[in-house]
């Protein structure tokens, strides 16, 4: 999987937009995104089809963004599920920089994370939890 990038964005109209229409602009294939915003600022998750004319583009634009390894996680789909993971990261002194929700089947979902400690991360993300 490509790397995933977290991108701190202004909570205003437009922000969104523009960073869009930049990658655009570069021919830049989206894969998977998501954020959020609360007050002032907001952020995006994603990964594209090319991680280094993504890079250039969150460069040039001045873009405050973290770029990390997306580790696929399979999560059992039922109530604690995302808790008990969140909660073995946070157990292992891991800091979850952002994740994404890849799609669900019967009583699995599929995440990428990306994480302060992939090392760390990697055998709490990729054992069947």
Sequence with gaps: MSKQFVVQLSNRPGGLATL???LAARGVDLRAIGGGGIGDLGHII????????????????????????????????????????????????????????LGRWGDRAMFAFVVDDPVAARPILERKG
């Design 46 to 101: 994603l990964t594209t089809a090319d991680d280094p004319a993504t890079r250039t583009v969150l460069e040039e634009g001045g873009y405050t963004f973290i770029e990390g390894e997306s580790i696929l996680a399979e999560v059992s789909d039922r109530p604690g599920g995302m808790a008990a993971i969140a909660r073995a990261l946070a157990d292992a002194g891991v800091n979850i920089y952002g994740h994404l929700f």
């Design 20 to 22: 869009s229409e930049a």
